[in-house]
């Protein structure tokens, strides 16, 4: 007998992507549908209606076609220009990642570095923004769960450092490690971008990004001068045929697997998936302590 077969199903004990469940696996399992009429449709629009509520916000969802790196290009794109200053929370690696693609596109990026395996100080963060008199620091780029280092951050004290400066920025947190995973709370902490990804807390395979936006930044969408024809906000918000959303086919396997996994979030509630994995790292902790 085949010794992985005898064994059961691989899992892989890494960071991600995640184990997926079968009730996923069996729903992306199907023929391709119409998409442009019909069931597809119904399951898109169940599924925008529900992305907010997995952040806690009242803003817009998109989705990307992508790992996450496309909804890291997705946030820069739309709310940033050539010449702009992003100043990048380092935790890991993942945040200093996502600045040098900003980087990349011609947004000057700083880093400001914390503690040696250690989380973001909020008070050094608003040391920094205080002495930014002129406001040129547009965005502040933090991940809430470092995928490298497992360190969280405090996204609720960044913010209120960001505000005790008195400084506009936006404030931009990936969550592609934590959300369905780590309480997470968009509106409440004031966050102005989140990024996700499929492959972890969501529970589908790679292959989807998630951008929430609020008002601030879709604001700075209107003036944002690295916009492009696939990830620009304003086409796919707009109304008109659904493939609009996705800027052409909709990922069908994908959806159909997102489906499902946001109705077992659901039938959980998202508070107790949020408990189950707190249970679930303070086990491991008191393991590793004994």
Known sequence: MNPTLRAGREIVAIPGPSVVPDRVLAAMHRAMPNIYEGELIETSNAIFEQLPRLVRTSGRPF?????????????????????????????GRFAVSWGEMAAFSGVKTEVLNAPERGPVDPDAVEDRLRGDVEHEVKAIFVVQVDTGSSVINDIAAIRRAIDSAGHPALLMVDGIASIGCERYEMDEWGVDVTVGASQKGLMVPPGLGFVWAGPKAIAAHERAGLRT?????????????????YCGTPPVGHLYGLREALAMIDEEGLE??????????????????A
């Open 63 to 91: 989705v990307t076609v992508s790992n996450g790196h496309g909804a890291w290009e997705m946030a820069i794109s739309n709310t940033l220009s050539q010449g702009d200053r992003v100043l990048v929370l380092e935790s």
């Open 229 to 245: 024809g696939y990830w620009d906000w304003t086409a796919r918000a707009q109304d008109g045929p659904h493939y609009l959303r």
């Open 272 to 289: 107790a998936v949020w408990a189950r994995h707190t249970a679930l790292s303070a086990a491991v902790h008191a393991a590793i302590d």
